[in-house]
């Protein structure tokens, strides 16, 4: 069976209807106002960003459309707040998919020193590098993922 592509019409009305829907889901559950959009997977266009904007997204993730200067976002005071980079959370897999995987989440203070690291804070910067490569090399040791 051979299906079709959307029209430019059709995709414009889903991804509004995808990003609306999905906002007043999250604003109404936790009875905030949502400002803020993290792309999945870093998808994204032109358009879908319009529309965000458009339905009261103040920023959103650096997606695919910036893969070149998405790696000099730093997210630091007096930078262009609509586009942000995305920091993933600190965690270690193991590799293994299923219920046998072994993931594990990093505490707050590593959460700190991946972000003082990301920005490249100069008095930071160094240690939490050497002390996220430790842990790093410690859980692999620990759970044997070597």
Known sequence: MHGRLETEEEYEKRINYELK?????IENKLNKKVKFLCWAGGAITNKALLISSEIGYISSTAGKD???KRKHLKN?????PSRINRIGISLYWDGTEGFGSKIRY???FYLVASLQR???KKTSALLS???LIARARLYKLKYDIL
């Open 66 to 68: 910036m893969k070149n």
């Open 106 to 108: 990093m505490d707050g």
């Open 129 to 131: 590098s050497l002390i």
């Open 118 to 120: 990301f920005q490249g």
């Open 76 to 80: 630091k005071y007096g930078d262009d």
């Open 21 to 25: 829907k999905s906002k007043d889901i």
